[in-house]
Each structure stands twice: as structure tokens, then as C-alpha cells.
């Protein structure tokens, strides 16, 4: 096994060389150190390297490995290079936010699912890039600068969690966490090519409600990866609640990953290219999705178009977006208002301009979205749709100005992600197809509320219907 095909391996493979040292925990982090430093000042997507804690960490973990022969006392994953998006903060490891006010902060403890992927075993590569606080779907920000997507240097990895994504794309190490208050797991892993799982809202606990209070209700912890099976697996290691997260649902009494294979014999699939109310669709993402949505007909699954209508959950969202955000920054603004991202600060004024009336009226809406997804679970086990309404979009933009040929406005392009923020029910993307320009195509798929373990297992059906990890991004 070249060096290469040592970077694009899958996780769980790893787990399995390392424990019977066909491959040691350091020769595989090595490896993906030395990839690291040839891909990473092309794409930047690790702002924080952590390799001599690496090194360190591998090492101890092949020595726990020979005297644990039975691999009884070793972690789930045990040995296994992994990277924690900039937002998460580590021990002892420099974590910014992506934002100047936290630009030199190293916290004093792991947050929790810091701790149980370390508990696991894993070996922590660093950290990857971020928009300032995640408060966007691109990745640059003042302290780092941009990340760029490894299809085409030109085009954006997405974001919030765009280093995260666009590190796994290229092969600089096997497992990512990511964070998703409004698609910030979904874009990047569409636009990259990779796969990626927002958890039912409550399966991964976080602390971050103490810190950002109703904005946190938005936000789902997950995997980002190159296989569905290591997706599982991280589930394994982060599902199940925690006494300092009062939202976060009790670890289900089976793993993930031993039932990814148990497909259901019965599953009534509904797709929606609007979701009743969104008009902007790129065709060629249509007809990527169309064509993944075509593939399940091998299972003889039915699979029929929805009628499923949300109700202004643009406003909805924005308004508890911006809000959240303005009560975060308004104690810093006169301090750090030129250090900070102008966007960032044109959010925190529309926050700042709406009423008490208006933030109600967007949490009653919300409670009406969540009805009417939960509706439509009545009658389907799966919804399809697009992750996006278009493939990656220029560098230089924030949103892209214009999708099929027509002028749009700012949120136009994530009309799919948002919406199952509000109502925290588990959606993944998975690639399937590619853009005339050669960036990726995502396909969304959605679930149950707690039901992830489908999502997964139809996610793995379709994975291993139309297999992408074949195509690997080149770098000159």
C-alpha cells in the first residue's frame, strides 16, 4: 500500500490495521503529517497543526496496541488520525474561533465531544479553518485567511466547517468534526465530495447553549468523513447524553456501525426539489439528484414526489440567527468592531433592529416548520432533496449572485439545509454527481426525528449503489 492510498483509506480499515499492526498508528500519521504539509499551504484547511502532539499520541497508542493483543481495552478509535473544526475548543490546543477576539485563547479543558473522541483513542492532527464563530456557509476569516476547495482552487469549500471538509476531500486524515447551525456540515461535505451527518438535534451533546443560549437549540455536533461506515462509527463514540447538556437524548442501546448493514426490507421514500417554497434550483444539480433518487429503485423502495410546503422558514431562521448573534457581539463591538469581519458586524446590526415581538413571532414559526416536517414523516420514512441549490460557487463571493441564469438573494442557495436546523431532524449530504465544472454535487438525505440510524443505512445503500471515493482531487 502506497502512501497515498494510505490517506484515502477509511477509518474503520485503519482501526483494523492498527490492531493487528499490518499498519502502526504512527505510520499512518506520518503519512498523513507529510500530506499535510504538501496539500495543506495550497488549500488551507488545518489553520492550527498540532504534529508533535500527533507523533506523541501515535506512539503511545502502538504501545497500548501490543499490550492490549486481544484489543479489548482499546478505543473505538483507537489510533486513528483525526482533526476537530477551530470552533471546538481543546485543551491546551490554541483554539480562535476564527475570530480576533479569541485569536490567542487556549481553553483550559476539551468541550465533550473533544473528550470522547480522545477517550476513544483518536490521534488529533489539529484543527481545521472556520468562518469567524461559524457564522457563514464560506470559510476565510481575519486570522487565517481563505480555504479553498480541493476540486478547484477557484471555487469555495463551503462552510462553516470548510477546513474540515475540504481536509478529508484530500486525503489529510480520515475523520473531521463539524458543526451545523444552518447547513455548516452539509455545504462544505456537498461542495467537497464527502459525506456528512447532522444528527438528530440532541444525539451529540454540546455546551454551547451556555455560551450563545437559543442559537445553540440550531446547532447539531457531527462527522464529516469520506465513508459512511466512519460516519457510524463517530456516532458510536459521540451519541448519548450528558449531564451538562439538558436537550441530549440517552446513547441508543445498539452501535451504529454494526447495524449499517440491516437494511430495512420496506421504505417509502418522498422527494422535494422546493419544499414548497423555494423557485431557485441550478438544472444540473437537479438532474444529479434526480438521477441518485433513480438509484433506489434497486431496492424496490417507494419512492414518489412530495407535497411537503414550509412557511417563510427563511425569515424564521434569520431572525433567531442574527438576534443570537447580536447578544453574543454586542458587549465586544465598541472594543473590537474594526477587528472584526464587516459581515460579521452587518449581522449583528439587523440582529440588533428587530423586536421582542419579531423573535417571538420567528420561534412561534419555527414550531410550525417542525409540525409540518413531522407531517410529512407520517406518511414517508426518507425525504430527498438537493443539499443545495447549485455546486460551489467563485472564491471571491459570499452567496452566489445569480442560480439558472436569475438574480437571487443571499440565502437562495442553502434553501434545503436551514429549515431542518429549525426542526433538528437528522439529514446527511452524500455526493452524486459532479458540476460541468467539476466541483461536486450533494444529495441530501433526511429522516425521522431520532431515527439516524436510517438515514445512515439508506445513506450506505446508496454509497454502495454509486461509490465516489475513487476520484481523488489532484494537486500540481
Known sequence: MDKEDICF????????????????????????????????????????????????????????????????????LHGIPTSFKDLESTKGIRTTLGCKIYENFIPKRDNIIVKRIKDAGAIILGKTNTPSLGYKGVTDNLIFG???????????????????????????????????????????????????????????????????GSLGTLVHKGPIVRYVQDAALMLDVLAGEHYLDRYSLPKPNYSYLEKLKDLPNKVKIGFSFDLGFTKALDPEVKEAVMK?????????????????????????????????????????????????????????????????DDVKWAEIQREMVYEEISRFFNNFDILITPTLACSSFDLDLQFPKNIDGKEVEAGAWLPFTYPFNLSGHPAASIPCGWSNEGVP??????GKRLDDLKVLQISKAFEEIAPWQDVKPTFN
Open 146 to 212: 481563505v480555504s479553498k476547495n480541493p476540486w478547484n482552487l477557484e471555487k469555495t469549500c463551503g462552510g462553516s466547517s470548510g477546513g474540515a471538509a475540504a481536509a478529508v476531500a484530500s486525503g489529510l486524515g480520515p475523520l473531521a468534526t463539524g458543526s451545523d447551525g444552518g447547513g455548516s456540515i452539509r455545504i462544505p461535505s456537498s461542495f467537497c465530495g464527502v459525506y456528512g451527518l447532522k444528527p438528530t438535534f440532541g444525539r451529540v451533546p454540546h455546551e454551547d447553549m451556555k455560551v450563545v
Open 292 to 356: 441518485g433518487i433513480e438509484k433506489f429503485e434497486k431496492f424496490n423502495w417507494p419512492v414518489e414526489k412530495s407535497d411537503i410546503k414550509l412557511q417563510k422558514p427563511l425569515n424564521t431562521h434569520w431572525i433567531l440567527w442574527t438576534t443570537s448573534f447580536a447578544h453574543r457581539l454586542k458587549p465586544y463591538l465598541d472594543q473590537w468592531r474594526d477587528k472584526l469581519d464587516p459581515q460579521l458586524i452587518e449581522v449583528v446590526k439587523i440582529g440588533l433592529n428587530y423586536s421582542i
Open 441 to 446: 454535487i450533494g444529495m441530501q438525505i433526511l
Open 9 to 76: 483509506i477509511s477509518a474503520c480499515e485503519m482501526a483494523d490495521k492498527i490492531r493487528s499492526q499490518e499498519l502502526t498508528s504512527l505510520e499512518i500519521t506520518e503519512t498523513i503529517i507529510e500530506r499535510i504539509e504538501k496539500i495543506n499551504p495550497i488549500i488551507n484547511a488545518y489553520c492550527t497543526p498540532t504534529f508533535d502532539l500527533a507523533r506523541d499520541m501515535a506512539s503511545k497508542a502502538d504501545k497500548a496496541v501490543k499490550t492490549n493483543r486481544n484489543g479489548e481495552n482499546l478505543g473505538l
